[in-house]
Structure formats: C-alpha cells, structure tokens
C-alpha cells in the first residue's frame, strides 16, 4: 500500500547488484548507516 512504509536493510547492499561489487556496496551502505545517524536516525527505526 502506498501509505506503508518500505524497509530499508542497507546491509543488503553488501550482497552486491549487477553494477555494484558486493565490497562497494558494503562501503555504501556503510556511508549511509554514517549519514543517517549524523543527522539523528535511531539504528532500526
């Protein structure tokens, strides 16, 4: 439903994509856990 929020699991990132390697998507998904909580995210919310 539109109204529903989407999980986000960064962590997936690490898997890899066709055009992402799995160690820069660990990397990515490691900048974003950084900016996430420099601007006050809660871990898991």
Same mark, same amino acid.
């Given at each position: 439903? #539109?109204? !529903?929020? #989407?999980?986000?699991?960064? +962590?997936? #990132?690490?898997? &890899? #994509?066709?055009?992402? +390697?799995?160690?820069f &998507?660990?990397? $990515?998904? !490691?900048?974003?856990?950084?900016? $996430?909580?420099?601007? &006050?995210?809660?871990? &898991?919310?």
């Open positions: 439903m #539109l109204n !529903e929020p #989407l999980e986000l699991v960064l +962590t997936d #990132l690490s898997q &890899g #994509l066709p055009a992402i +390697t799995p160690s &998507g660990a990397a $990515l998904a !490691e900048a974003c856990a950084v900016c $996430l909580e420099q601007q &006050g995210h809660a871990q &898991g919310a």
